[in-house]
């Protein structure tokens, strides 16, 4: 399995062979660090610890900083499982060219957070009636509950206003349009999940 982790860049268009555009979002690439390995007989279970981005040594904690040792001041830190043992090591570094153009990955990031909708915004509740009397309900939500439903009560999950995004989102078969080494750079065909600066999940 391969994985990376990158930031959201912004998003522009490329020009295929055929002289088509086709929407891209770029997405940097700082190498990973792998900083710990974990193995079935040790911790119970196969996974690898990447270290990604990069943070003034004076921002990081001493708990961090004993943990990953003389390997950097990394941003964050993000766990991989694995089905298989890693065949990794401590320190070793992951780039950009694991992923070569045309593979077809699976991406996942924290989508970008739009405070309090209503039901229409948040779920696409059409609304109400605006003739028939109907004077300010073209974007009520209607009945949530009855006697028929949950006894009388309003039931669980029901689908209301409320704080939307902010949520994890994973987008699978995303195709890769091109590789940057030299740049640290990933181009992704379509729409990726967040806003510009926010951590994404690259999974092969």
Known sequence: MKFLLGTKVNMTQVWD??????????VSVSPNVITQVKTVEKDGYSAVQLGYGVRKPKNVNKAVKG?????????GLREWKLTVPATQA????IGVDIFKKGDEVT??????GRGFQGGV???GFHGGSRTHGQKHSEREPGA???????????AKGMRMAGRMG???????????VDVLPE?????????VPGRRGTVIEIRG
């Open 17 to 26: 062979e055929q002289g088509n555009a086709r929407p891209v979002t770029i």
């Open 67 to 75: 943990h990953v040792k003389e390997l950097g001041s990394f941003q």
């Open 90 to 93: 401590i320190g070793d570094k």
């Open 107 to 112: 991406v996942s990031g924290i989508s970008k």
């Open 121 to 123: 915004k948040r779920h």
């Open 144 to 154: 949530i509950g009855g006697a028929a439903r949950a006894g009388g009560r309003v």
């Open 166 to 176: 902010g949520e994890r989102v994973t987008v699978i078969g995303l195709k890769i």
């Open 183 to 191: 740049e640290n750079l990933i181009l992704i065909e379509g729409a």
